[in-house]
């Protein structure tokens, strides 16, 4: 049976346009009711990468989230919201993050909890993991027979996007995700690893938030950028595919989970059927994406001696710094310290290009920056 995606054009957040286009898409797919049954716990799970405004396109956008609590509810569902931020492992931390990203007013509005990932933990395992046979999730996922994932479209340092199959690392509570940043500062490894986890955790639809994309400087310092789109599969790796040639990809191999996720039959493209609306009718060629990592090409053995003149690294931007140190607080080498004049500097002897301080940063004041000799080559 061919793995399906759907895809539909949608240009508001407006909840009533919202729910008249997920009909659409979802009844691409058999509708609702294909995927939650009258009594079922669902869990939603969103992209609260931190508490920051809907208009920053960081995080799932608030008013999708409500139009899907509401088709749930339609269906006979039992709908709770969760996610796990990097740097939000206090409730407290965690309350800012949901009330500041606006889905604290989706509770209230609906009625359906805002879960935190953080209390309670258990050890899931996948006997086929080629990293990990196991992983330390939310124990939360227990309480529920449905998961519906709702990513946000975004770039990303390491993973080049963040989208449906990247969304599963919020399984991982907070600060234990320091914890894979440090054992695989590589591209390849961290990749290899999200597929192992997308073999172990069970999502049974997922819906790409890509109305407002973020290009650029993903995924929490970029600029929104309208893609007007929104997608559904029960294949997260199909979807990742359709979703990467939205914003320009020509090759989707180029995305490196979905190349691993391929070779390891997770999914066949020749055995994808794409539903509703055609990609090139949707597609943003000028999409800022993140420049491919020339040091990917090396073979090993030179790697390690030219890795430093050809992998891009953060850099911060004084000017936009709030001298927050959220990146000094998360970096899971702590290679970043405050300088003589108060200011956060990055030792890059030390640095393993993870980017967590990237990710972290509420101001986009840390940026990707190519190193000289690959934009030589590559202007």
Excluded at 49 to 62: D, W
Excluded at 134 to 145: G, L
Excluded at 286 to 301: E, H, N, T
Aim: hydrophobic fraction near 40%; charged fraction near 25%; proline fraction near 6%.
């Amino acid at each position: 049976m061919a793995e399906r995606v759907a895809l539909a054009k949608c240009e508001s957040y407006q909840l009533p346009v919202l729910e008249n286009s997920l009909k659409k898409l979802l009844g691409l797919l058999g509708g609702i009711g294909e995927f939650v049954k009258n009594g079922d716990r669902v869990l939603i799970k969103i992209n609260l990468l931190s508490g920051r405004p809907p208009e920053k396109a960081v995080t799932t956008h608030p008013s999708l989230v409500e139009a899907v609590v509401n088709l749930v509810k339609e269906a006979g569902g039992i709908p709770a919201i969760g996610d796990s931020p990097g740097e939000m492992a206090t409730i407290t931390g965690l309350a800012r993050a949901y009330r500041t990203a606006g889905f604290e007013e989706v509770s209230r509005k609906t009625g359906v909890p805002l879960l935190s990932f953080e209390d309670d933990v258990m050890e899931v395992e996948n006997s086929q993991g080629r990293l990990y046979k196991k992983f330390t999730v939310t124990k939360q996922i227990k309480d529920f027979n449905v998961i519906i994932s709702l990513p946000k479209l975004k770039t990303h340092p390491l993973t080049y996007i963040t989208a449906a199959v990247k969304n599963n690392f919020g399984f991982i509570p907070g600060l234990r995700k320091t914890e894979f940043h440090l054992k695989l500062p590589d591209r390849e490894l961290l990749s290899e690893m999200l597929v192992d986890l997308l073999d172990t955790i069970k999502i049974d639809l997922v819906i790409l938030d890509g109305i407002v994309a973020m290009e650029g400087n993903g995924p929490a310092g970029g600029v929104p950028r309208k893609v007007g789109a929104i997608l559904a599969s029960r294949n997260l790796v199909a979807l990742d595919f359709v979703a990467c040639q939205l914003i320009g990809y020509k090759n989707p191999f180029a995305i490196p989970t979905n190349r691993i996720a391929v070779e390891r039959k997770f999914f066949l493209p020749g055995n994808m059927e794409i539903l509703g609306e055609k990609i090139e009718d949707l597609q943003v060629k000028d999409f800022k994406r993140i420049p491919q990592d020339v040091s990917q090409k090396i073979p090993l053995f030179l790697l390690k001696w030219l890795k430093s003149l050809l992998s891009a690294k953060p850099k911060i931007i004084d000017e936009l710094c709030n001298r927050c140190f959220h990146c000094l607080e998360n970096c899971p080498v702590k290679c970043v310290e405050k300088n003589k004049d108060g200011k956060p500097s990055i030792h890059y002897s030390d640095c393993i290009r993870c980017f967590c301080c990237q990710e972290l940063c509420s101001q986009g004041a840390i940026i990707t920056e190519r190193p000289w000799l690959v934009k030589l080559f590559t202007a």
